[in-house]
Structure formats: structure tokens, C-alpha cells
């Protein structure tokens, strides 16, 4: 179960920070400021140290889970939009 919440992790760091450094997607200062937390816990999360690795809840399963799922689906959607918008 720990590297289902890793490879989840994994998902919301690459997301996160794509959509921070993506200039088409205007993030304004709040959600630069929300994404790139969620990119830095993300990260902090996946390099914690072993000591730190408790039992993980199945809330926190969820949790991640979900944000990895809504980062993927939000992902696809703008794709979907852009090419829409591009002509292609």
C-alpha cells in the first residue's frame, strides 16, 4: 500500500508542478501559491524518511488517491479544450 500512495504522490508532484509552470493556465498568486504546496508536500511526502513512515490510514489513501485522480482527469480536460480551441 505504501507504493500505491508513492506512485499517487508521484501524480501530484508531476501535476502540480506542470500546471505551476504552464503559462497557459493562469494560476494568479493564490493558486501559484496552492499548487506549488501541494507540489512541495508531495515531494516532502514521497522523500520522508523511513522513521517518519508510519501505518498509512485509509483516509490518507483516499485523499491521495483522489487529488491523483482529479489531477489526471484536469489534465486531460485541458488537453481536450486546447485542441478543441487549436483546431485539431
Same mark, same amino acid.
Request: without cysteine.
Given at each position: 500500500? %505504501?507504493?500505491?500512495? !508513492?506512485? &499517487? ?5 508531476? +501535476? ?7 503559462? #497557459?493556465?493562469?494560476? @494568479? ?5 496552492? *499548487? !506549488?504546496?501541494?507540489? /512541495?508536500?508531495? +515531494?516532502?511526502?514521497? *522523500?520522508?524518511?523511513? %522513521? ?5 490510514? #485509509? &483516509? ?5 488517491? !483522489?487529488?491523483?485522480? /482529479? !489531477?489526471?482527469? +484536469? +489534465? *486531460? =480536460?485541458?488537453? =481536450? @479544450? =486546447? ?6
Amino acid at each position: 500500500m %505504501r507504493m500505491l500512495v !508513492s506512485v &499517487a504522490y508521484g501524480v501530484i508532484l508531476l +501535476f502540480s508542478t506542470w500546471i505551476v509552470l504552464n503559462p #497557459r493556465i493562469p494560476t @494568479k498568486i493564490l493558486g501559484t501559491a496552492g *499548487f !506549488s504546496g501541494l507540489a /512541495l508536500g508531495a +515531494f516532502l511526502s514521497i *522523500f520522508a524518511p523511513a %522513521r517518519y513512515n508510519a501505518e498509512i490510514e #485509509r &483516509a490518507e489513501l483516499m485523499l491521495v488517491l !483522489s487529488a491523483a485522480v /482529479l !489531477s489526471v482527469w +484536469f +489534465f *486531460f =480536460r485541458w488537453m =481536450r @479544450k =486546447r485542441m478543441s480551441n487549436d483546431g485539431i
